[in-house]
């Protein structure tokens, strides 16, 4: 299953596709319908694949607490504008997607046919919320900072349960932002061992952390983005502008590409340049000739048949015409 591939909107996302990159806007909007556009706009001209908001009900998450409920209540979204921003960002050519922390929040998010769920950290023992975003068989990104083991693994049975396999098992951390021997990223040795896919929701303030992840196969990335830093609200500080979230996207693909493959052999550029001898035929041959020692020859460089294998290839049948000085490539031969 650590091989599975999750389609969305015709972006597949696995451990041999392309970093999946999502700019969190979550509150960074101010509550303004016109500033949530224009950060789309701009998370679009840093090349990630989506946006993300949350849709949180203040008087559920802070019942009892005045001053957080008077924090909060500041910066929700207005769940009227869902459709619209969802709408603009599909636009944009880049995927909606919106947290959300109580069971009357999912299903307007899911009526909106949001095309991936999230289980944020804080809601991994709110068994029925996440019992409700699983159900819908849309992927989900699980997002496990404020969780230990048993808290994972109580979700990924609730996956189970009801037949949903489309699981992202994101590394976090739950401090914003979070020392450097907090963030833990060889959990992710762990998670893979759960056979999903993996990512990271990164608080740090730079992308350190996020290129090491790449390397431990994480292919998933959330990132919290703003447009100014020293705006008002509680995220702005923590988070990522423009110019930064560009040169995010930048460095994560390159990493992505810099992994190459499980494979160790010469590059092509290693082979027409390195000093290595390659096997070479020392006269025009037909199609159909026997290989002997004399038609071949040793020289550098080894774009084709390295020389220490010239004993394997005696003997053999060519399969099609070669001219002299042809270096000797294994589609030559039967």
């Not at 209540?73 to 504008?81: M, V, Y």
Request: net charge positive; aromatic share 8%; proline share 2%.
């Amino acid at each position: 299953m650590y091989n599975q591939t999750i389609v969305l909107n015709k972006k597949k996302i696995s451990l041999n596709s392309k970093p999946y990159i999502i700019a969190e806007i979550g509150s960074n909007f101010n509550q303004n319908f016109e500033k949530a556009k224009k950060l789309i706009i701009e998370a679009k001209k840093c090349g990630v694949d989506a946006v993300k908001f949350q849709l949180f009900r203040s008087e559920v998450l802070y019942p009892n607490d005045k001053k957080m409920y008077k924090l909060f209540k500041s910066i929700e979204l207005n769940s009227n504008w869902i459709y619209k921003l969802k709408k603009f960002t599909e636009k944009c050519k880049l995927d909606f997607l919106c947290s959300c922390f109580d069971l009357k929040s999912a299903k307007i998010l899911n009526d909106k046919k949001i095309i991936m769920h999230k289980i944020a950290s804080s809601e991994t023992e709110n068994l029925i919320l996440s019992k409700f975003l699983i159900k819908t068989k849309r992927p989900i990104l699980l997002s496990t900072g404020m969780s230990d083991i048993k808290d994972v693994k109580n979700i990924l049975r609730l996956a189970k349960k009801y037949q949903n396999n489309k699981i992202i098992l994101m590394q976090c951390t739950s401090t914003y932002p979070p020392n450097d021997t907090d963030v833990n990223l060889n959990v992710l040795k762990t998670y893979k061992k759960f056979g999903y896919i993996l990512g990271f929701s990164d608080h740090t303030l730079d992308e350190t952390a996020s290129l090491t992840a790449v390397g431990l196969g994480a292919r998933v990335f959330e990132k919290h983005f703003t447009l100014n830093k020293n705006d008002k609200g509680p995220d702005h500080i923590i988070s990522i502008n423009p110019v930064e979230m560009k040169n995010y996207v930048t460095k994560i693909n390159r990493a992505f590409i810099q992994l190459g493959t499980n494979e160790k052999d010469l590059t092509n550029i290693e082979k027409k340049t390195c000093r290595r001898n390659g096997i070479y035929f020392s006269r025009f041959l037909k199609k159909g000739a026997k290989i002997d020692k004399k038609s071949l020859i040793i020289k550098t460089p080894a774009i084709g048949v390295r020389a220490r294998d010239i004993h394997k290839f005696i003997g053999k049948t060519l399969v099609k015409n070669v001219d002299a000085k042809k270096a000797l490539f294994l589609n030559d031969i039967n």
